[in-house]
């Protein structure tokens, strides 16, 4: 069974920048695995930032940015918000018509 | 406007079923794949099922093969997931999502549906 990782938490200060990061158990996450990304602030429903690696959904601002680091997939959100304050999940497409989810990060922004 | 509306949450005993429905408006529901996935009370997203526009191809996360059924009626722009022989570990708030297969598992969501499994 392939495990999804992600870091549990992470802090960052007003107008910094973070990077989370998406891996596996075992291998390399590729553009093949469509990674997409997910905010989710507590009591509310998903929102997806995110998908097909890099392509931001709808409405969701530049300072995300979704890409491939070294051999696991990466979230980056420059000039942080108070508002970022959630939990951020990644989903990987791992073929025959099933995804997996991670874990989740937990971001503080103080 | 792309809105998903879930409904027929609620408590249920064990090995009971029940229904879930998503009613989808603002696109062509038809041209879409759509999908469930959960969140159990304080823990994090699963995946669980995602079934073709034509309704031909349903995908299953094995954690609910052969237990829950997902169905869509593309003439009523809704999407079902019959959820039979249900457990404690079934209970969730339940989504469904617009999915743009294979790129991305979700780029629309509904609010969600409580499914709590307790005698």
């Known amino acids: 069974q392939t495990v999804v990782t992600q870091e549990p938490s992470f802090s960052v200060s007003p107008g910094g920048t973070v990077t989370f990061t998406c891996g596996l158990s075992s291998g390399s996450v590729s553009t093949t695995y469509y990674t997409c990304w997910l905010q989710q602030t507590p009591g509310q429903a998903p929102r997806t930032l995110i998908y097909?690696?890099?392509t931001r959904s709808s409405g969701v601002p530049d300072r995300f940015s979704g890409s491939i680091l070294g051999n696991k997939a990466a979230l980056t959100i420059t000039g942080a918000q108070a508002d970022d304050e959630s939990d951020y999940y990644c989903v990987l497409y791992m073929g025959s018509g099933s995804w997996v989810f991670g874990g989740g990060t937990k971001l503080t922004v103080l | 406007e792309v809105l998903l509306l879930e409904s027929g949450g609620g408590l249920v005993q064990p090995g009971g079923s029940l229904r879930l429905s998503c009613a989808a408006s603002?696109?062509?529901?038809?041209?879409?794949?759509m999908s469930w996935a959960r969140q159990a009370p304080g823990k994090g997203l699963e995946w669980v099922s995602t079934?073709?526009?034509?309704?031909?191809?349903?995908y299953y996360a094995d954690a609910v093969k052969g237990r829950f059924t997902i169905s869509r009626d593309n003439s009523e722009n809704t999407l079902y997931l019959q959820m039979n022989s249900l457990r404690a570990e079934d209970t969730a708030i339940y989504y469904c999502a617009r999915t743009q297969f294979p790129i991305a598992l979700a780029v629309y969501w509904g609010q969600g549906t409580l499914v709590t499994v307790s005698s």
């Open positions: 603002g696109f062509t529901f038809s041209h879409y794949s």
């Open positions: 097909n690696t890099n």
């Open positions: 079934l073709s526009g034509s309704g031909s191809n349903p």
